[in-house]
């Protein structure tokens, strides 16, 4: 009997692992690409002062002689993009990354 080809057999169990850990690994790429867009992106604006920050936590604005790029944190939920200042971010997340949540500037 001859032996069946990988491609001869789409609900092999081993096959369908391979091919979920390869669309994990493409997915874990697209979402590291996007969180660096997203940076370059929000570094953008808010050097134009096109995008008036607001903490989603106190309500306190940015003020104009405080530079956003360091010290405001953006956390991505679903559709939106909720930003908080340095005291609200470092006492609701502990962390420093400012898009993405994951620790450290991505």
Request: aromatic share 4%; charged share 35%.
């Amino acid at each position: 009997m001859a032996q069946l080809d990988e491609s001869d057999r789409p609900n092999d169990p081993t096959r369908q692992a391979r091919l979920i850990r390869q669309h994990s690994a493409a997915l874990r790429q697209q979402s590291q690409e996007l969180r660096e867009r997203l940076n370059r992106l929000l570094d953008d604006l808010l050097r134009l002062r096109l995008v008036h920050l607001t903490c989603a936590e106190c309500g306190r604005q940015a003020r104009k002689d405080e530079n956003p790029l360091d010290n405001w944190r953006s956390y991505p939920t679903g559709s939106e993009l909720l930003n908080f200042c340095p005291e609200c971010a470092k006492r609701e997340f502990g962390v420093d990354a400012r898009v993405g949540g994951s620790g450290a500037r991505d």
